[in-house]
């Protein structure tokens, strides 16, 4: 579990059951796109348990609601008109900046040595000119 139910009293100041303690965690992994056997780095485990402390946090009132369906009251075909219900969605954005901010969840850059054009322009002429000769001393 990344989280007991002491760290949820603790961070997110509620108590919950280990029922919902588990339904959190199994929306984290979810969401964080990875189970809990293959997370190894201590700094993602502390954001993977805050997460779980805010799901619980969340999901307090009514475990179940966010494994309802989308929060949607009625469709209008006539002019497209839609009504959405004031039912919260099913990850806390709380939660979801926690899992924001997981290295798997993190953009990369990729940097490449400079490179000097002249030199580089050179070796490819010298290489074009000895493709050239190999091929038209036959």
């Known amino acids: 579990m990344y989280a007991s139910i002491n760290d949820v009293d ?3 100041g ?10 959190a965690q199994a929306i984290i992994e979810t ?24 799901q619980c946090a969340y999901m307090e009132d009514d475990p179940t609601s966010v ?7 009625s469709i209008t075909q006539g002019q497209n008109k839609m009504v959405m219900g004031n039912k919260p969605v099913w990850l806390s954005p709380v939660a979801q900046k926690a899992i924001g901010n997981l290295s798997w969840r993190k953009s990369r850059f990729i940097s490449f040595p400079p490179t000097n054009y002249r030199r580089e322009q050179r070796r490819q002429d010298l290489e074009s000119d000895r493709m050239r000769h190999r091929w038209w001393a036959w």
């Open 67 to 73: 494994f309802e369906q989308p929060n949607l009251e």
């Open 31 to 54: 969401a964080s796109g990875r189970p809990e056997e293959l997370v190894t780095d201590t700094t993602d485990l502390i954001w993977l348990k805050k997460a779980t402390a805010y």
């Open 10 to 12: 603790e961070i997110a």
């Open 14 to 23: 509620v108590s919950v059951d280990l029922a919902t303690l588990k339904k």
